[in-house]
């Protein structure tokens, strides 16, 4: 399935005629779908990206004759700078015009996309995988502001949110797919194709995107550059500082350095924002129980992608299963998350976020504690048909209702920050949880089956947690605003 095939039928998910376009849209938008398609193509490519590198790898390390610590930077970089440019980016989506911001982070993901196929260089490939990453940082949370701004009607806004986050998903589990299928022709196709197909959604979004920022009729205030450093600078040493955990340790200078410098950069930009006139950042933003609590809340990714890893060794390792093989394995839980998607927003306007959230990652944590109770004991493929129905549903309905939690009831003018937040939140959440499940999986080494059982009671205790969390959400909304 194509980029532009997963991207359609998603959109189709929204009908913007059912209530009527300049209902749904304000009277904005001249075409509700298009737009809606070329974001979910945006948010595609981004989700995309992160997953197709995996299988090229050892191709990469054979041609370009990479170290094994040089080539995890053709992952890492890409992480590092999405991670540590989402609140940024998130910010001045809603300070200057995000059609242009879109635009120009796809017109930079393109043309890194193409070096970073041309080359043979191990440097500028890292620093064109890098240059995706920030261009990611910026489209990402652009692209959902969009989104949010384009849908005012509160049933047309869920509907497109389920179709915008069940790409999320779809991408990512598709891009295990493509960049296997890609990789086995070569590899630099991996990087060609994001090329092309970021270039048609620029050619799109010149037509379907409005102009405009969230700050429409009133004086852009002047941007606070101090707080711009530090929130980058403090972003991207708190990343690198998780990312280096998994392959280190957590007591390590590589590690322990970086994590001081983030709480000290970090703790400065909270004082400079306080005092400054007109933060990058409004700190009230933070003490939105809603708010505050989804982006608690989506730890839930990182033992999603913590789980993906430790199956994968598994599938490959154990089971000796090719790269191919191993990505198709997960790809029933992401079609039934797309196809599922939009009964959970629809789901999240009747009920509210938290007991769709609830519900959603009970049914994910069954299918985590299905592997860890019977791996090795029960034929893996039974168990792998029973988890990737109950994750693919149960994922669609929690990440769905979290994220409408966190940027649903998002003023026009923090939409972008609202969602740059939840990125953020659900990237570094990832790194903290993948560092986690990999000390574990390590320390079990020696015992065979043990490790991945090791890793997969992991992943179900941080799911447990997370399941209780939401719940909490449940009782403390019961008589308020469920979006609120």
């Known amino acids: 399935m194509s980029m532009t095939e997963t991207s359609t039928s998603s959109a189709s998910t929204l009908d913007p005629t059912e209530s009527g376009a300049g209902a749904a849209t304000g009277g ?20 995309m990206d992160i997953a197709t590198m995996g299988p ?3 191709q990469i390390q054979r041609e370009l004759g990479m170290t094994p610590d040089a080539l995890q930077w053709v992952v890492s970089a890409y992480t590092l700078g999405f991670g540590s440019t989402l609140l940024l980016g998130g910010r001045l989506a809603d300070l200057f015009d995000r059609k242009k911001l879109l635009i120009g982070g796809l017109l930079v993901f393109a043309i890194a996309s193409l070096v970073g196929g041309l080359t043979d260089g191990t440097a500028v490939l890292v620093v064109a995988r890098l240059l995706k990453g920030v261009s990611a940082g910026f489209t990402a949370p652009v692209a959902m502001a969009i989104l949010l701004d384009a849908f005012r009607d ?4 869920n509907r497109a949110l389920g179709a915008f ?20 022709i070569n590899w630099r196709l991996v990087l060609f194709l994001p090329a092309a197909a970021a270039a048609i959604v620029v050619a799109l979004a010149l037509v379907a995107v409005p102009g405009g920022s969230g700050r429409q009729g009133r004086t852009r205030p002047r941007i606070d550059v101090v707080g711009a450093a530090l929130v980058t600078g403090g972003s991207i040493a708190l990343v690198y500082g998780i990312s280096r955990a998994a392959a280190v340790g957590w007591t390590d200078i590589a590690v322990i350095g970086p994590l001081v410098a983030a709480a000290a950069l970090l703790a400065v930009f909270i004082l400079v924002e306080r005092a400054h006139p007109t933060p990058l950042i409004p700190l009230a933003i933070f003490t939105r129980p809603q708010l505050v609590r989804a982006n608690l ?9 913590g789980f993906q890893f430790v199956l994968t060794l598994y599938y490959q390792d154990e089971l000796d299963w090719s790269p191919l093989q191993a990505g198709l394995a ?3 839980g992401a079609v039934l998350t797309g196809a599922t998607a939009r009964h959970a927003a629809v789901a999240v306007t009747r009920y509210g976020p938290w007991p769709v959230a609830t519900l959603g990652l009970l ?6 504690l299905a592997w860890a109770l019977f791996i090795g004991h029960t034929n893996p493929m039974l168990i792998l048909l029973v988890q990737q129905v109950l994750g693919g549903i149960g994922f669609a309905a929690a990440y769905t209702a979290l994220n409408i939690a966190a940027v649903g009831g998002a003023r026009q003018d923090e939409q972008g920050l609202a969602s740059g937040l939840f990125n953020a939140a659900s990237q570094i959440g990832a790194g903290i949880v993948l560092a986690a499940i990999t000390t574990t999986f390590t320390a079990y080494a020696d015992y065979g089956l043990g490790s991945y059982r090791a890793g997969l009671w992991t992943i179900t205790a941080v799911s447990a947690a997370i399941t209780l969390l939401t719940a909490t959400g449940i009782l403390a909304n019961r008589t308020k605003d469920p979006i609120s």
Do not use: H, W
């Open 56 to 58: 090229a790898l050892p």
């Open 363 to 368: 049914t994910l944590g069954l299918g985590y």
């Open 165 to 184: 986050l069940a790409i999320t998903t779809v991408g990512y589990s598709l891009g295990l797919v493509l960049g296997g299928l890609l990789a086995g």
């Open 28 to 47: 904005r938008v001249s075409n509700a779908a298009l737009l809606l398609f070329v974001v979910c193509s945006a948010q595609f490519l981004d989700a």
């Open 154 to 157: 509160e049933k047309a806004r």
């Open 330 to 332: 997960f790809l029933l």
């Open 297 to 305: 809340c989506i730890l839930m990714f990182g033992a999603y992608v």
